[in-house]
């Protein structure tokens, strides 16, 4: 349904003009600095800034880009997160954020030494929350003055997957449970 590949500095404005407004922007990036107006040249240069953050693109079959994730391992090596996932507008509610997180979580447990991917989504997010809880996601715990958005403040959530609870939803997932 999808295809994956490393995001290119070409590919920020398309990425860009998925993010709507100021409480977008906040929803999909958190506190990662940015700031509105949102340009191009703010995601590019986060991109090119830091070559640990593993930004990639996701495709429909004819090579529109249709969504945007971050995978970012940490010093250890033993944990990956997973951030800035986004699907465009236009496609969203069509099964490409789902086909998008199996995607990222294949590639996060390619490596065997990563044991487990967490991520930080917003209380108010609740269809991500669903989202992710589907892929066997935990809630660990909440921050509830994660960022101050027109005066008030977004608590958040840092939820977990470890590789064991991933395999689980994996085998389910294609209709194999006793693998
Ligand atoms: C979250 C997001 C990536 C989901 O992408 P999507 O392509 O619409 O998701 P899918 O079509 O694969 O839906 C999968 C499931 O996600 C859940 N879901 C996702 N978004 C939802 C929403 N806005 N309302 C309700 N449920 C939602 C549903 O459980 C859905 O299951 P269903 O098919 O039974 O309805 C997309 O809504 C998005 O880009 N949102 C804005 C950015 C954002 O909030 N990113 C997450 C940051 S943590």
Redesign the pocket.
């Given at each position: 349904m999808i295809e994956v590949r490393a995001f290119e500095s070409s590919d920020a404005r398309k990425v860009v003009s998925w993010i709507d407004d100021f409480e977008?922007l906040i929803?999909?990036s958190g506190n990662s600095g940015f700031t509105w107006p949102f340009e191009a040249g703010q995601l590019a240069d986060f991109h090119a800034s830091d070559p640990g953050r593993r930004l990639h693109v996701a495709t429909d079959p004819d090579g529109t880009p249709v969504?945007h994730f971050m995978l970012r391992t940490d010093p250890s090596g033993r944990s990956v997160r997973l951030g800035m996932?986004?699907?465009s507008p236009a496609?969203?509610?069509?099964?490409?954020?789902?086909?998008?997180v199996e995607a990222a979580l294949g590639r996060a447990f390619a490596d065997p030494a990563v044991e487990g991917v967490d991520?930080?989504?917003?209380s108010r997010?609740?269809?991500?929350m669903?989202?992710y809880e589907?892929f066997g996601f935990r809630r660990e715990r909440t921050e509830p003055k994660a960022t101050l958005v027109a005066g008030e403040w977004w608590p958040s959530i840092t939820m977990s997957l470890r590789r064991d609870a991933w395999g689980a939803t994996e085998r389910l997932r294609r209709g194999r449970p006793e693998a």
């Open positions: 977008a929803m999909w969504g996932v986004v699907v496609a969203r509610g069509q099964g490409y954020g789902e086909a998008m991520l930080g989504v917003y997010n609740t269809g991500a669903r989202l589907r």
